[in-house]
């Protein structure tokens, strides 16, 4: 005893138009696209695509915002430290320069005691 119930062919046959027409009813008593309650639960759809098209904008803007006040603060950064470095730059290069003019002026204050004491000595032998 394989099934209980005798299913002949005219009764499979019987169901699957059943479950045919149900299938078919299903579909026509389903809303329409241009039913009331179906324009709305689009209109809500596209409702909530807009908002969340509105808030990955609002994201994107502040991480470029973000983005860009990073670049701001490491080009001020760069700035700051370019300044830094020629002004450590032109202070050696007034030290060097003033080192250069003492030796100049000791070289000329040496040159002139030197004469100085030719100058004497040449005195003194006359």
Known sequence: MRHPSDNGFADRRTAAADAKRKLLEKFASAPKP????????????????????????????????????????????????EAEQRA??????????????????????RKAERDRRYAARKARQR
């Open 34 to 81: 241009t039913d009331p309650e179906m324009q709305e639960k689009l209109a809500a759809r596209e409702a909530v695509a807009q908002a969340r098209e509105a808030r990955r904008a609002e994201r994107e803007a502040q991480k470029q915002a973000e983005r860009e006040g990073i670049l701001a603060e490491a080009a001020a950064m760069a700035a700051a430290a």
């Open 88 to 109: 450590e730059a032109d202070a050696r290069q007034a030290e060097i320069a003033d080192r250069v003019s003492r030796v100049i002026a000791d070289e000329a204050a």
